[in-house]
């Protein structure tokens, strides 16, 4: 591979209709965001365009280490393939599995129509996915072990769609393995109820809905462009605003809206929040976190000495309990 | 360039020596033993093996001539003359000239005399049936049953015997012969030597002759090389007379331009593109000749034996691996089978779903001891075969047999869903995927899963918010 298939492969997501960073969606995303300054906030073209290409915001530190950390991640791949191998290993251990259920029999609902069989996976897979997203992302702020690694991405103090891969290796390891298991689970129910019909909608070979997801600006959550929805929508879907709020370093925001595409799940859980009118929003960390917007070395080491840190405590209470069990009896 | 000359003739004549023997196809190779003053031009022989597919066809086709018990002793003295050989000129059953597709021979005798299926067949330890018999007294067992059998066809216990007699043949008879015996042990250095004729006044030396019967035994045409799988394929099953007749005469000779079971079951697999087990293994039996013929009728040296030997071991590891894919490709057949049995709409349906599961439970029990009769003891895979796939096939009232009586009845004490034995299935195909590294893999149950899975891949799941 020469230089420039090295290069060429870095950057390979900006190509990739998969990727929520695809081009395309990008330029959507501008679109988007011009629009609603010029059409809802009634902002002048020039001071709209000024807007969404604030120098101060994509030029940042913390944008800047963004990127860094973006190419830097690329290296960290091969923890990630043979995740993706044990996905197949998975799915067919549950098909197997099912087969052991004496009250399913294979391919029961073979009878529906292909289209709507097709339909119901499109749906259930993409909403398994964004459950498994929001649950995942809930135990990220609930566990501190979790949240050593997690921080890396709150530690962002301007957002843009490349905040997206701010992402500490390891948790980029537990993401995946959430999507394998998610997907792993969703696929052989499916084929095993469903026999053969089973297949996506898909556009640009993307599932049809995450398709959706991204030409309607899901680049603009890591942005500082704050379109909101109307509050019933903000139930059912998360804003861009909503998600700029999850990054609010306001105590009345901390441990809201973890949803990624659907809304509900927070509003079932309790966590949802609505955006606010005329939100000023400051995104990062609390001071007491010690992280730092765009030190590399911090970004990736702290969060291994935390983990440790927390690790050792852990121990030490465990033998504590254990002394003090013996000296009692 | 005096020296460059020199170079360029050494490098021809090797070219032209490497050449003398290359052929596509297999035979005629010269008469190369020393003092034979006969007028044979042509040192390759095998028509004994054809005769003996010959007598499996027949035996394949009169499994299923019985009606219900009425005809069982005159049917089975009938089966057991072309399983035992008789001295009577047998009649071929099988295969037999049809429209567009003559057979010059119609008798057995026609082609050898005095052959027989009994005497080659793998007769060690048979554990995949009931009633702890050798190999021998198992097909003996299945032919007792299916001259008692309507059509060959047993509903209660779920047996199709023609199936069951014909696969385990092709392993237990063919496959047993060939790479047990004479691509093992005959090819050492003390056993029929090439320096010698094969016995007093044959054209053929030791060596050659046991080659040719290995071939024989695989049961490719002459020139299968030539064809391609689906051409190899069409003339098994009698489709194709422009690829069969390979001398242009208009008719079929069984003896060189016919394909039998096991080769016809390597070019099965083939035409799904993705092996080339036919041309492997013909190559390897053409190469093997080649080399021998090369010999000039003297002892072959070590080296020689080594080469010919790792040519045997192609042969040996790929006919291995073609019974493997036959017996996943029924694996497969008999889950989806299934699937349709518990989707019949009516009787008329089940019966006719539940006849096609009983043909392709017995095509996969037939294989899975034929993978069994030969020289590799496969150990703990087949144990689980066996465990896996049972006895007899799960039938329409949930039992299946579970062993056999005193009187050498069948008896169904064990009950299994359908689900669960789907599930066996399952996991024959996942057990011979791995442990014979087939590629092929028709009827594949969980290809689609994998690929379904595969193709959902990177789709940015990883993303975190």
Known sequence: MDLFDQIAAVFAD???????????????SVLIALTWLVCIRKTPLRAALARVFDRKVLLSKSSLADCKIFVINRLFTFLISPLLLSQVAIATAIYFFL?????????????????????????????????????????????????????????????????VYRVHPLEGVLYTLRGVAAQGTVIPVFYYLFGDAVSLYTVVGVNVLVFLFHVTGSNLRHS???????????????????HQLHHSVAERHFDKNFGAALAVWDWLFNSLHLSETDQELTFGLDASERSSADSLKVLYLQPVADIGRLLRRRLRSGFGFIRRTFRRA | ??????????????????????????????????????EKANSVAYSGQVARHVLHDSLKKLAGKGNGGANAAELEAQMLSYFNGSDKDLPIIAPVSKDGFPIKQTTVNELSSGKNIAGKFYDGAMPAWPGDMTGKEVVLHMIAQAAKADGGFDAANGYDYAQLISKFTMGAMPFSQAVDNYLDEKLGAGTKPNGEAYKDGAYYTGKEHVWDEAFGYFGAAAHSLTLSAEDNYNVAKMKDLAAADANGDGVIDLKTEYVFGPAYYAAGADKSGKTAYMQTITQAFIDGRSLIASAAGENLTDAQRAEL???????????????????????????????????????????KAYRKYVKHWGELKGFAMALQSGKNNLGKTAVHLN??????????????????????????????????????????????????????????????LAGLVDSLSGDGGAETD
């Open chain 2, 1 to 38: 360039m005096n020296s460059l000359k020199l170079t360029t003739c050494i490098v021809a004549a090797a070219l032209t020596a490497g050449t003398a023997f290359a052929a596509d196809t297999y035979g005629p190779f010269p008469v190369t033993v020393k003092g034979y003053g006969g």
């Open chain 1, 224 to 242: 500082h462009i704050s379109i909101r929805y109307w509050p019933w929508l903000e139930h059912i879907l998360i804003s861009p605003a909503q």
């Open chain 2, 309 to 351: 030997q790792g040519y045997a071991k192609t042969i040996a590891d790929n006919w291995e691996m073609v019974l493997a894919e036959a017996t996943f490709k029924y694996a497969g057949s008999v889950y989806k089978d299934i699937s349709a049995l518990t989707e019949a709409a009516d009787d008329a349906a089940r019966a």
């Open chain 1, 99 to 163: 087969h052991g259920q004496d009250f399913l029999v294979p391919a029961h609902f073979s009878g529906l129509s292909q289209g709507m069989v097709v339909a119901l996976f499109t749906a259930a897979l993409f909403v398994a996915d964004d459950f498994s997203k929001y649950l995942v992302h809930r135990w990220m702020h609930r566990f501190p072990l979790l949240w050593a690694l997690h921080k890396v991405h709150h530690s962002a103090t301007t957002l843009t769609p490349v905040t």
């Open chain 1, 14 to 28: 900006f190509a990739n209709p998969k990727k929520r960073v695809f081009f395309g969606y990008l330029a959507l």
């Open chain 2, 387 to 448: 465990r896996l796939i049972g006895y007899g096939p799960v039938t329409l009232d949930g039992t299946f047999v579970s062993g056999l009586d005193a009187d050498g009845n069948f008896e169904k004490n064990r009950k299994m869903s359908w689900n669960s034995y789907q599930l066996h299935m399952l996991r024959v195909q996942e057990l011979l995927a791995n442990s014979f590294g087939i590629e092929a893999r028709a009827n594949d149950q969980t290809a689609e």
